[in-house]
Every structure is written in C-alpha cells, then in structure tokens.
C-alpha cells in the first residue's frame, strides 16, 4: 500500500481502511514494515509524522489504535539484497510489531480509570496508553473477536504531542 500525502495539516490524518470479518484472538502480533520519505520540494524529518493502525468494529467509536513516531529513508537509490541498506530504507523503528495482549492491557487500564472515584472519563472518550514510546488509543468497546475495519495511515500529530517523540533530535 502507498499513501502519498501533500500539505497535512498540524494535527490532521490521512489513512486507508479496509472492511473485515475476522476474529484475530488466535493471533498474539501484528506485525508491519513500513518505509517514509519526503515529496520532492517538501521538507520531512523524523518524528514530522506518526503511522497509526486502527482496528476494531468501526473506525470512529469503537477501536484500537497504535500510533508510532516515523522516521525519514534519505533520499537515494538503494540495494535491498544488502542488509545494511536495506535497513536504510526499513529502518527498524518504523516496524510494527505489536503484542496484541497490550491492546487489551490498555482497554483495562481505561476501564479501571472509569472506575476510579471522581473520574469524568467515560467508555466513548479516547483513552490514551503507552507501550514505550508508542501510543495506544482506545474507544468504545473493540472486540479483536469481531474485527470489523483495519485502518491504516499517517498523522502530522499536534506539534506538542511531536515532541514526546523527539528524543533523538
């Protein structure tokens, strides 16, 4: 899958989903390469934009989403059968490797925080958790019995959430 993307706005997301009907509870990871580069005449560094994946029975009310920082392939013609520039233009960073057993600590984690006297957070709210670095964002009910969308695509996250990511700048 491709996604090219001009002029996203701080804040703002591009993505491709896909309609499903799967139960992935037999699965333990997720597992993904991804590969970014800039657009000619517009400037990308590492960490500029996040890949998120979104599963769940919805896309807006009911879902997971794991959201890493990305960072930028040098531009260039590069050799795949060596590892070393293959590892260019895959850097390891930019694997999704998922344990799906965190999605389901953090919908707990959400659940136990609803439960905490004086909390205003409720079931529909966006409940945020991290696994290291990376985000994990849930919602409503999701059920990895009852895969309904995968979504994937990219995010200009908020220039303040950009700089939890900016460690190694």
């Known amino acids: 899958m491709v996604l090219r993307v ?3 706005a701080d804040g703002d997301a591009r993505a491709a989903f896909k309609n499903v009907n799967l139960d992935i509870r037999e699965y333990r990871r997720l597992r993904m390469e991804v590969h970014e580069e ?3 005449g517009q400037p990308l560094h590492d960490n500029d934009l996040t890949l998120f994946v979104r599963i769940g029975s919805d896309y807006k009310g009911n879902f997971y989403e794991y ?3 990305l960072k930028v392939t040098p531009p260039g013609r590069y050799n795949n059968d060596n590892d070393a520039q293959r590892t260019i233009v895959w850097p390891t960073e ?3 490797n998922i344990d799906l057993s965190v999605l389901q600590a953090a919908k707990q984690a ?3 925080k609803i439960q905490e006297p004086g909390s205003s957070l409720g ?3 966006v409940f945020v958790y991290y ?3 990376n985000r994990i964002s849930v919602s409503g009910n999701p059920n990895l019995s009852n895969l309904k969308v995968i979504m994937i695509g990219v995010r200009n996250p908020i220039k303040t959430r950009r700089s939890e990511w900016m460690t190694d700048v």
């Open 6 to 8: 001009h002029d996203l």
């Open 38 to 40: 800039a657009i000619i």
């Open 67 to 69: 959201e890493i920082p």
């Open 94 to 96: 930019n694997s999704i």
């Open 110 to 112: 959400r659940n136990n």
């Open 123 to 125: 079931i529909s709210d």
């Open 131 to 133: 696994d290291g670095t």
